[in-house]
């Protein structure tokens, strides 16, 4: 079974801390995403990468900043967490390749919660 | 940049009812995704459409390019159908890997 594994499922972490939130897929997908989810304002795209060490920022990158290594890890990091951070996170992947339409695999997210 | 809006934000029906939850955006689309959200969990996708109608099981998705809307049915609803659906669209390509524009979502609740 395919699939997008997010390492923590709940996470609390310091105002001032430095976090790492970690994304692997095993569908040899080339697109990753990180977004965030909060309540009234929906999923917002943070960044993307579509290849390995590729990122590009996405609406909301301010704050972050991300990895991308290998083709199967998509690392999202907050350099400095500050509260309004606090969301829930979401990792997906897709297929990539130009005018392809192919769907997406999500995670199954994080709760970050910074105090 | 694209705008998507669903309808209704919430809506709570009685098990067996049909169920239509509608959604619009505002510029061209290469692609259109229903996604279901569970309390506290991940995501899953639905569909995926570009144009006409899709079908898997009870649900049926449709879509209408010209004016920009695409519509989720539930038949039979039931309790196990209480989720979040979103509509999320991929921009026309531009030549690199883009993530989706989501809307804000359709908090469906069945009750028995």
């Known amino acids: 079974d395919v699939k997008v594994t997010q390492s923590s499922r709940y996470l609390v972490k310091r105002t001032g801390e430095k976090v790492f939130l970690e994304c692997v897929q095993d569908?040899?997908?080339?697109?990753m995403f990180w977004y965030r989810q909060d309540p009234g304002l929906g999923l917002r795209l943070i960044y993307f990468?579509?290849?390995?060490?590729?990122?590009e920022k996405g609406d909301i990158p301010e704050g972050y900043s991300v990895s991308r290594e290998k083709k199967e890890r998509f690392s999202l990091i907050l350099e400095s967490a500050s509260t309004n951070q606090t969301s829930m996170y979401l990792c997906?992947?897709?297929?990539?390749?130009?005018?392809?339409?192919?769907?997406?695999?999500f995670g199954s997210g994080t709760r970050l919660t910074v105090v | 940049k694209n705008e998507v809006e669903q309808s209704p934000q919430n809506l709570t029906a009685q098990e067996g009812e049909f169920i239509t939850i509608n959604c619009s955006y505002s510029?061209?689309?290469?692609?259109l995704h229903w996604l279901q959200q569970h309390p506290g969990g991940g995501i899953v996708s639905l569909f995926m459409?570009?144009?006409?109608?899709k079908k898997h099981g009870r649900l049926i998705a449709t879509i209408n390019i010209q004016e920009k809307h695409s519509s989720l049915h539930i038949t039979a609803s039931h309790p196990r159908d209480s989720a979040v659906y979103i509509c999320?669209?991929?921009?026309?390509w531009g030549g690199g890997a883009d993530g989706l524009t989501f809307g804000k979502g359709t908090h469906l609740i069945i009750q028995p």
């Open positions: 997906a992947s897709s297929l990539g390749g130009p005018g392809a339409n192919y769907g997406y695999t």
């Open positions: 999320a669209v991929t921009a026309v």
């Open positions: 569908m040899d997908h080339e697109n």
């Open positions: 990468s579509y290849d390995v060490k590729m990122k």
């Open positions: 510029v061209g689309i290469s692609a």
């Open positions: 459409l570009s144009s006409g109608k």
